[in-house]
Nanobody, 119 residues
């Protein structure tokens, strides 16, 4: 069955770094665009970063540009989010999303991983 399993979250001090991973299984990973979303308490889920099937194109929400980097390894069916210079406002549950580029409307979500930035 389809699985997206996030890992790498945790508690970090302001200015610190974390690397999130999302391991995919149960579908053809290389045909899916991948994204990271986050949801802070009391707020709507927002798109943080996205990457195309090949990894050739990435996009970021303005608040993380220059600090976060999304990447993928199609041989390992894994997408990553390197987060540097973390700030308290980055605190949220981070979710991995897979969107099919073959079948319109097919989306998969992971269970989320908590990132807390606090001193």
């Amino acid at each position: 069955q389809v699985q997206l399993v996030e890992s790498g979250g945790g508690l970090v001090q302001p200015g610190g770094s974390l690397r999130l991973s999302c391991a995919a299984s149960g579908f053809i990973f290389s045909t899916y665009a991948m994204s990271w979303y986050r949801q802070a308490p009391g707020k709507e889920r927002e798109l943080v970063a996205g990457i195309t099937m090949s990894g050739g194109t990435t996009n970021y929400t303005d608040s993380v540009k220059g600090r976060f980097t999304i990447s993928r390894d199609n041989a390992k069916n894994t997408v990553y989010l390197q987060m540097n210079s973390l700030q308290p406002e980055d605190t949220a549950v981070y979710y991995c999303n897979a969107r099919s580029t073959v079948v319109v409307g097919v989306n998969y979500w992971g269970q989320g991983t908590q990132v807390t930035v606090s001193s």
